[in-house]
């Protein structure tokens, strides 16, 4: 435990007067977290960027629904800036965060930060994407990010029209042109969510009815560093150009991120796809970003994968007050998420699937985007 919550134990220890045999130990109902009010404790929420809506998004969640219960709340940004993250998380520790959140950009880049934590008893709750190399990690909250990658792959077969959007056989036959995009190499869900879909793609890849026309079909080759628009733009720009002038059409691509659609799709109508003649290809995505879910009502993207923050944040913010009880927060999964040190225990939450005819029955009638949202592509 902190420093803080040492002192608060010292001092409901003397004022009960306890003996040292006599004394419980953590997670017992005379814990040291259970003695420190919410407004004595400070958390530290370390979010990867400013640049995605989503995190965006996470970051409040977590840092109003912590202050809604009287905790004070140290939330920063790092930019996408590795070196940032740690020096804020470091300053985090310095400053006396009594546990910390934290969302990595790079999952194996907060070692010693990590270290620094555990040696003063501050608890690390790995927020959606797993922080790797450490035993020094002690809860993890995301959702099952492999079926995530299964329901991306799944969503592009839709849009090609192979199969239906309940899993029945459709009646499209292929073959069709596809290229495949990932996320960032140094996200660990990336392999999670590449992984997924090519085990759903792999078998019509196999039998011609999906043909990568690059040949680009390693998890290296599709990557694209910090899930940047910019860069996917340019390499399906690239691709265009490469593998396309010869007349061939593009008729899907795998993208796990909305981003990255966006930038995708950006591309392809600057090559004139998107008109009547022209149709543009299924596009994958996924977090449910406002400008993709009004790019999906128009039927320009095909579908993306609805990760509720607002249920992820809660799950944080529940381990949270746990661990500061001085308790264990309950797991759904010890096997799957092994960091390379440990399997760190973890909580995963549902998803959804979005497509056109469910944006209303998903997003809006659960409060995450309201209708007039939808139709204008932003928030309010």
């Known amino acids: 435990m902190s420093r803080k919550l040492r002192l608060t134990a010292l001092a409901g220890a003397l004022?009960?007067?306890?003996?040292?045999?006599?004394?419980?130990?953590?997670?017992?109902?005379?814990?040291?977290g259970e003695s420190a009010a919410p407004e004595d404790l400070t958390i530290g929420v370390s979010m990867p960027t400013q640049t995605s809506e989503r995190w965006?998004?996470?970051?409040?969640?977590?840092?109003?629904?912590?202050?809604?219960?009287?905790?004070?709340?140290?939330?920063?940004?790092?930019?996408?800036?590795?070196?940032t993250q740690g020096q804020q998380v470091d300053q985090?520790?310095?400053?006396?965060?009594?546990?910390?959140?934290?969302?990595?950009?790079?999952?194996t880049?907060?070692?010693?930060?990590?270290?620094?934590?555990?040696?003063?008893?501050?608890?690390?709750?790995?927020?959606?994407?797993?922080?790797?190399?450490?035993?020094?990690?002690?809860?993890?909250?995301?959702?099952?990010?492999?079926?995530v990658g299964v329901a991306q792959g799944t969503s592009l077969?839709?849009?090609?029209?192979?199969?239906?959007?309940?899993?029945?056989?459709?009646?499209?036959?292929?073959?069709?042109?596809?290229?495949?995009?990932?996320?960032?190499?140094?996200?660990?869900?990336?392999?999670?969510?590449f992984g997924g879909a090519m085990d759903t793609l792999k078998p019509y890849i196999e039998d011609g009815t999906l043909v990568v026309k690059s040949g680009q079909t390693d998890i290296e080759q599709a990557a694209t560093l910090r899930w940047q628009q910019e860069t996917a733009q340019k390499r399906m720009e690239d691709l265009l150009t490469a593998g396309y002038n010869d007349g061939t059409k593009i008729n899907g691509v795998l993208s796990p991120y909305d981003g990255i659609s966006r930038g995708i799709i950006t591309a392809l109508q600057n090559a004139g796809y998107g008109t009547a003649t022209n149709p543009m290809p299924a596009v994958t995505g996924q977090d449910a970003e406002i400008a993709s879910v009004k790019l999906i009502a128009d039927g320009v993207q095909t579908a993306t994968i609805f990760k509720d923050t607002r249920k992820l944040a809660e799950q944080a913010v529940a381990a949270a007050e746990t661990f500061l009880k001085g308790d264990e927060p309950k797991a759904n999964d010890t096997t799957t998420y092994n960091n390379g040190v440990k399997v760190v225990p973890s909580y995963l939450l549902p998803f959804e699937t979005v497509y056109k005819d469910n944006i209303q029955s998903v997003l809006i009638d659960s409060g995450y985007w309201t209708a007039d949202e939808v139709a204008k592509g932003q928030s309010d």
């Open 15 to 32: 004022a009960m007067g306890l003996v040292a045999c006599g004394g419980s130990g953590a997670g017992s109902s005379s814990s040291a």
């Open 56 to 83: 965006i998004a996470d970051g409040k969640s977590v840092k109003e629904q912590l202050e809604g219960k009287g905790y004070k709340v140290d939330l920063q940004y790092a930019g996408d800036d590795i070196p």
């Open 92 to 107: 985090m520790i310095t400053e006396g965060a009594d546990l910390l959140i934290v969302a990595a950009i790079d999952g």
């Open 109 to 147: 880049a907060l070692s010693s930060q990590l270290q620094a934590a555990a040696d003063a008893k501050i608890p690390v709750i790995s927020y959606d994407r797993l922080i790797r190399g450490t035993e020094n990690v002690d809860f993890y909250v995301s959702f099952d990010n492999y079926k």
């Open 157 to 193: 077969l839709v849009g090609l029209g192979l199969l239906n959007e309940d899993v029945s056989k459709g009646t499209a036959t292929g073959p069709f042109n596809i290229e495949l995009f990932a996320g960032s190499l140094d996200d660990n869900n990336t392999q999670y969510f």
